[in-house]
């Protein structure tokens, strides 16, 4: 579809340039083809008038679980370990195919409406994760999370393998696969040395859980005499193009090594605070020149998929934490939500900027509202002011997935009916 967007205000995110005013952006089936002004003689199938509204990349969610919205507040207010063992994981071991479909059709309902157009997600029965990204119309890099603790781990590693044979560049170049070793102290070595195996077997790059907990550090030092970071590098993970979700608990050498290795990071801030887990050496991180990326992990620890909020925090939280005001400024927050999300995820020549020839992954902001006037600086209003709710359009791969509020591709009423009813027979399992 051919598609004019006029009289908006462009928050391109390339360089350090601003935004472009009361400026026009020309989509040519999936592609940006004008950036500015556009000529007279384009075709347009689709004209959307954005007058009072701010067009930007669509977000990435570089990390999150989204069939996980089934247990959206039902296990809160624990520690991480706790929360895993004694809520999560045995709720998990009664998850069924329609469970997951029911669960991501939800999570993708959610993420559209907040201004998502990509998200990473690692999860079981991650067939049925495709299946509601081809219906929902987002865009996704997929990993079937591997663990081998309760003998099951020849299984998943076939999983993985169909997974990647039957999905990845499906959905019309949609979806992506990647491997995903759930973590260090899920996996033993020999495990990880085999997901390392497949990834590389398979041209893909590895996405896993990183130095989220304290305890999970110590319990590596106790049982191979290093931290987590340490202990993935000597296995040879970094050799492979490695998304390391959390890397909240990092010494000075781990942050070396994320670096040298060119390894990218998602920060997770509201996850991170609800767990109690602490703070990610953000600034570290990127002063080391790693690419920080962000997630709003799943929405059992979360409790949504509002990557707006994660920009908010994650513009705030650091300048408490370093007691500087000028840590992660608001360019760089709103960065790590779209140019930074691209990179870790490998697709920064596709998306993540609204550049000519980039994928049309594209989103409207309604700015006709209180919270928005008066409109000094447009980058401050998309990390200080913004709402997920203030997201009017969505367009993906150049086609419109929202249009005035309203979702074009999915049953937002039915996928809410069957996903309650998903989620109570799984409570009574």
Not at 92 to 104: I, N
Not at 173 to 193: F, N
Not at 271 to 284: D, E, I, R, T, Y
Request: aromatic share 6%.
């Amino acid at each position: 579809m051919n598609i004019l967007i006029k009289n908006a205000d462009i928050l391109p995110l390339t360089g350090e340039g601003g935004p472009l005013e009361n400026a026009e952006v020309a989509v040519e089936n999936s592609v940006i083809r004008y950036i500015g002004r556009v000529p007279k003689d384009f075709t347009a199938e689709k004209v959307i008038d954005a007058k009072g509204g701010i067009l930007m990349p669509g977000l990435i969610d570089a990390h999150t679980h989204v069939a996980m919205s089934l247990l959206r507040n039902y296990a809160d207010d624990l520690p991480l370990m706790e929360w895993l063992r004694t809520r999560v994981w045995p709720v998990e071991e009664k998850l069924v195919r329609e469970d997951v479909y029911w669960g991501s059709l939800l999570g993708a309902a959610e993420l559209i409406k907040s201004g998502v157009t990509c998200f990473s997600d690692m999860y079981f029965f991650m067939e049925e994760t495709a299946r509601a990204v081809e219906e929902a119309g987002i865009r996704a890099v997929l990993a079937r999370g591997l663990v081998d603790s309760d003998g099951s781990g020849d299984s998943r590693i076939e999983e993985a393998k169909n997974l990647y044979e039957s999905w990845h560049n499906g959905a019309g170049g949609r979806i992506r696969v990647m491997v995903g070793p759930h973590a260090p102290y899920t996996c033993s070595p020999e495990y990880l040395a085999r997901a390392i195996e497949l990834a590389k077997g398979l041209g893909v790059g590895i996405h896993i859980h990183v130095s989220e907990s304290a305890y999970e550090v110590e319990e590596s030092f106790k049982k191979y005499g290093k931290s987590p970071v340490r202990h993935l590098h000597d296995l040879g993970m970094f050799d492979v193009p490695t998304v390391a979700a959390h890397c909240v608990h990092l010494s000075d050498e781990d942050v070396d090594i994320l670096a040298e290795n060119s390894v990218a990071a998602v920060y997770n801030p509201t996850s991170n605070l609800k767990l109690a887990n602490g703070f990610a050496p953000v600034k570290k991180m990127q002063e080391k020149g790693i690419h920080v990326a962000l997630g709003t992990d799943g929405p059992s620890s979360n409790n949504n998929l509002n990557m707006f909020e994660e920009i908010h925090l994650a513009a705030i939280i650091n300048k408490g934490v370093n007691h500087d005001a000028t840590s992660v400024p608001a360019f760089a927050a709103v960065k790590m939500a779209t140019v930074n999300g691209a990179k870790a995820l490998g697709m920064d020549k596709e998306i993540g900027s609204i550049e000519i020839g980039k994928k049309a992954d594209l989103i409207i902001i309604d700015t006709n509202k209180p919270h928005f006037c008066p409109k000094h600086s447009i980058v401050s209003a998309m990390a200080y002011s913004a709402q997920a709710a203030d997201v009017k359009t969505v367009i993906v791969n150049g086609e419109i997935v929202m249009e005035d509020y309203e979702i074009k591709t999915i049953d937002i009423e039915r996928i809410m009916f069957e996903a309650e009813r998903a989620a109570r027979g799984l409570a009574k399992r």
